[in-house]
């Protein structure tokens, strides 16, 4: 069978069966050889029943000394009983209503036992272990995750069908570059790491994969630098940058001259910009695209500026604006939702050259919209958009510049990977005059005393948000119905006579823009919001935020969150209201402001499988690398995309067919083979 056929096709199986497997993902032959086990249970080291440890999975090898006896204890439990020996000691071993396993074990017979032992003094017991006879099943066993109606028992059936039917997999690595990093063979690599041989078989088969997948990925994103690198750009003349400077109500901060200064003297080069503005929520990432934007319009050429939200378009329209208000710079926006007559407008002058600057979200990047002389795509909250989107926006001029902002805090150690393509600046400082936010942690019991402190300072003159928590099941539209219940309840309730605003991601653009205008003119003092604010917006008399079921975000979630207040110079206050006590997780908030900190401690705490799971980073998805912890390995794939890339930048030769087409599949989202 051919790798890439469909897995209802594979004996066994069936639609019943593939409809299950879809769930994990799994579609083609290819996908289930590649569907790696989570754990391996490992039956090749025994143990004896004396030397066992206590409470951890062991195997036992020993015989059985008597047939299970039934002892009924009470109604709908049964157990099973019986005791078997190594030579040296005793085990009992119980099984709880299960029948079929005890009747399967006979008497004076060897089998392997695989569980935790417990007991004490000369009394050693196991409870429900897995077993099978002893003669020849030495075996190191893969553990699978499992779905609704699939047990890892049966995946594990369903692999070994597939390598007794399937084509062997061809290997993608040329064995020069397999050879001098001691790699195993691809097709050996998939046994080993299904059926490991030994442990040894096991690591190195494992070693072989995940370089393999951190390789492609290395290549990847290095094409995609040396690419943008060798082809000319539309370089600026002059720097207009003090210029810009004379522009603002506010003095730049050093990190935003700094960033600024990096980026602008890219531009004057005859190679693309190609730079990642990286800064904590507040650090004025807005005013350096700005200064870019401002320059390239100067020299006589366009901008664009995409962000993930439409939200947050509607407000760097205005704040750019703002700053452009007494220069000739024409901008357009442009959203999903622009009605269809203004965007025709806006699209002809784009492609005529009669708008300088369009601001937008996704819609920028349809393939309708055209530039005359597109030198500069900057994309806001970058890690909101996949590597391709980025690269679509970019595709729309000659080589213009790309600049990317964003606030997600990464690892350092991880920058290399996920922003492997691209140069970087750090905005390691806030504006001047800025105060801490404190943060406090409350139990819903003294809601309203929070409720009480909001009303405080609404009263005052300031404005605050209340942020709706979010809704177990997903989707934008039971997130509608719990904030439009919010609102009522706190419009008609504690709230009565402020003037309250309600947004929501389901809103009707207009209805969007008119309630945040009317937040940033002040005139609602408390906005009722779900998420859609955890990007951008940027109200600086918002002083105070509460937010509602604090347990059900992420750490990094709810930093970017409170980042919407503590915009100006007075002291912000946010309240994270949670029920469920996990205080310790939340205190992470209460005790620091560091972004970088609290992605460290959210990696920590949910896993890097999570983190990096839920499209933080717009890179594929990998299968058995982690960026988290094979550090060593990221660094042995990047060297040797590195020296492969110099040699043969374009991949070419028949022995990197292979290998030029894996790193295309992987990085056009496709499954393999
Ligand atoms: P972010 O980096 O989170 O995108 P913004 O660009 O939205 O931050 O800026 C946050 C706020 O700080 C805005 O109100 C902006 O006008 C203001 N700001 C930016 N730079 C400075 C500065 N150098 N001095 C004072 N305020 C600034
Ligand atoms: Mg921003």
């Not at 693309?272 to 700005?290: E, F, H, I, Y």
């Not at 400082?429 to 005393?449: A, D, F, H, N, S």
């Not at 980073?617 to 960026?627: N, Q, R, V």
Request: hydrophobic share 40%.
């Amino acid at each position: 069978m051919e790798l890439r056929s469909g897995i209802k096709y594979l004996k066994g199986v069936g639609d019943k069966r593939a409809a299950m497997l879809a769930k994990l993902g799994i579609f083609t032959l290819w996908d289930l050889l590649t569907f790696y086990p989570r754990t391996y249970e490992d039956w090749s080291r025994i143990t004896s029943i004396k030397n066992a440890p206590m409470n951890e999975n062991v195997c036992i090898k020993a015989i059985v000394g008597m047939p299970c006896k039934e002892h009924r204890i009470r109604k709908g439990m049964t157990l099973y009983k019986t005791e078997v020996t190594d030579g040296e000691m005793l085990l009992d071993i119980t099984f709880f209503n299960n029948p079929y396993s005890a009747k399967k074990l006979e008497q004076g017979k060897e089998y392997l036992f695989y569980g935790k032992i417990t007991g004490k003094g000369y009394f050693r017991s196991m409870n429900s272990p897995e077993f099978t006879e002893a003669e020849g099943s030495d075996t190191i066993r893969p553990i699978y995750p499992q779905t609704a109606g699939m047990n890892s028992k049966a995946i594990e059936k369903l692999v070994r069908t597939a390598f007794q039917y399937g084509e062997k997999p061809q290997d993608p690595i040329p064995v020069e570059i397999r050879n001098s990093y001691c790699l195993m063979e691809l097709s050996d690599a998939l046994k080993n790491i299904h059926f490991p041989e030994s442990e040894d078989m096991l690591s190195e088969a494992r070693r072989r994969l995940i370089f393999e997948e951190l390789f492609l990925l290395e290549l990847g994103l290095l094409r995609m630098k040396t690419k943008s690198r060798q082809s000319t750009a539309l370089s600026m003349e002059k720097d207009y940058t003090e210029e810009f400077r004379s522009l603002l109500p506010f003095e730049l901060t050093n990190a935003q001259k700094r960033a600024i200064s990096q980026a602008a003297s890219d531009m004057l080069l005859g190679t693309p910009m190609n730079r990642l503005v990286q800064g904590d929520v507040g650090s004025g990432k807005t005013a350096v695209s700005a200064a870019l934007i401002y320059n390239c319009a100067k020299n006589g050429y366009q901008s664009a500026l995409m962000a993930p939200t439409e939200v947050l378009a509607m407000q760097h329209y205005k704040t750019l604006a703002g700053f452009f208000e007494n220069t000739d710079i024409t901008i357009g926006l442009l959203t999903g939702s622009t009605p269809a007559a203004e965007k025709k407008k806006i699209k002809a002058a784009l492609k005529s050259g009669g708008i300088d600057l369009v601001i937008g979200t996704h819609a920028l990047i349809q393939k309708d919209v055209e530039f005359s002389s597109l030198a500069l795509a900057v994309t806001d909250e970058q890690h909101r958009f996949g590597v391709n989107q980025r690269n679509s926006l970019h595709s729309k001029g000659k080589n213009p510049h790309v600049l990317v902002m964003s606030a997600t805090p990464i690892p350092r150690t991880l920058a290399l990977i996920i922003y492997g393509d691209l140069d970087l600046s750090i905005l390691d400082e806030l504006p001047k005059g800025r105060q801490k936010t404190e943060t406090y942690l409350v139990t819903p019991e003294i809601r309203e005393r929070a409720y009480g402190y909001v009303k405080k300072h609404l009263c005052q003159g300031r404005q605050g948000y209340i942020v709706c928590p979010l809704v177990e099941e997903e989707g934008d539209a039971s997130e509608m119905t719990a904030a439009n219940a919010l609102f009522k309840e706190l419009s008609d309730g504690f709230f009565k006579g402020f003037r309250l605003g309600l947004l929501h991601g389901k809103m009707k653009s207009a209805e969007k823009k008119a309630v945040m205008d009317a937040f940033s003119s002040g005139e609602i003092q408390l906005l009722v919001s779900t998420t859609v604010i955890e990007v951008g917006i940027d109200v600086p008399n918002a002083v105070i935020m509460v937010i509602e079921n604090a347990e059900r975000f992420g750490l990094s979630q709810l930093h970017q969150l409170r980042g919407r207040i503590g915009r100006g110079t007075e002291k912000s206050t946010c309240i994270l209201i949670s029920e469920a006590d996990e205080t310790e997780r939340l205190n992470v908030l209460t005790s620091t402001t560091d972004g970088f900190k609290i992605a460290d401690e959210d990696l920590k705490l949910r896993g890097p499988g999570d983190f990096f799971g839920s499209r933080q980073h717009g890179l594929p998805e990998m299968k058995i690398a982690d960026m988290m912890t094979d550090g060593e390995a990221i660094r042995e794939a990047h060297s040797a995309a590195e020296n492969l890339l110099k040699k043969n930048p374009a991949l070419s030769g028949e022995e990197y067919a292979l290998l030029r087409s894996a790193v295309n599949r992987l990085f056009s989202g496709g499954s393999m083979n």
